[in-house]
Nanobody, 125 residues
Framework: QVQLVESGGGLVQAGGSLIVSCAAS????????MGWFRQAPGKEREFVAA????????YYADSVKGRFTISRDNAKNTVYLQMNSLKPEDTAVYYC??????????????????WGQGTQVTVSS
């Protein structure tokens, strides 16, 4: 089992920046990759970014590429999502998730076994 706890969400004006964090505990040695997803009201949960735990390879949704940066701190078992140039359409609950196998697409919601409780990010226009 891996437990994930997000923090750092909040309210920010359009064009501003915010960083959200996700701390992992438990069987962290089994983590293959960690991802960030988001879900806006009335919409499906969507992929935002992912990072492979061993080599740090990163992957982004087209909608956030160039604005968001995912990074990790192996010693702290923590992953970060730095969000710059935020837009109102980035408003959502942001979830971190982790997977323990390399099988399946990194952007696929159903390929992640463990999820955090989510943190609200609201971008005002």
């Amino acid at each position: 089992q891996v437990q994930l706890v997000e923090s750092g969400g909040g309210l920010v004006q359009a064009g501003g920046s915010l960083i959200v964090s996700c701390a992992a505990s438990g069987r962290t040695f089994s983590m293959y990759a960690m991802g960030w997803f988001r879900q806006a009201p009335g919409k499906e949960r969507e992929f935002v970014a992912a990072i492979k735990w061993n080599d740090g390879s990163t992957y982004y949704a087209d909608s956030v590429k160039g604005r968001f940066t995912i990074s990790r701190d192996n010693a702290k078992n923590t992953v970060y999502l730095q969000m710059n140039s935020l837009k109102p359409e980035d408003t959502a609950v942001y979830y971190c998730a982790t997977r323990t196998t390399p099988w399946g697409l990194l952007r696929a919601v159903n390929s992640y076994a463990y999820w955090g409780q989510g943190t609200q990010v609201t971008v005002s226009s």
